[in-house]
């Protein structure tokens, strides 16, 4: 998995408005503006936090994605998968 490329996109969604919306509204669409694999665009779309945690990628950065609840991701959501590690 590349981290870097999934830290990106969590800085991308905290300081770029635009592209905040876009995740929102189609998130789908907002990924494909980036180079990830299938497995990290699978991961991302289905909200395994756990799983991109346990790839590399920061808790803390990872956080970025309940702020503002894309792919699912309320903060209850966020904190059962990180703990479990597993989706719902």
Known sequence: MNVYL???LCRR????KDFR???LMSPETALDTM???EEERAAL???DVGRLNRAGASGF???ILSRFEVFG???PVFNRRMRTGAPD
């Not at 969604?13 to 770029?16: G, K, P, S």
Request: charged share 10%.
């Open 6 to 8: 999934i830290h990106t």
């Open 13 to 16: 969604i905290l300081h770029d």
């Open 21 to 23: 919306k876009l995740v």
């Open 35 to 37: 180079p990830f694999s």
């Open 45 to 47: 779309l289905s909200g």
């Open 61 to 63: 950065l990872l956080l």
């Open 73 to 75: 991701l309320a903060l």
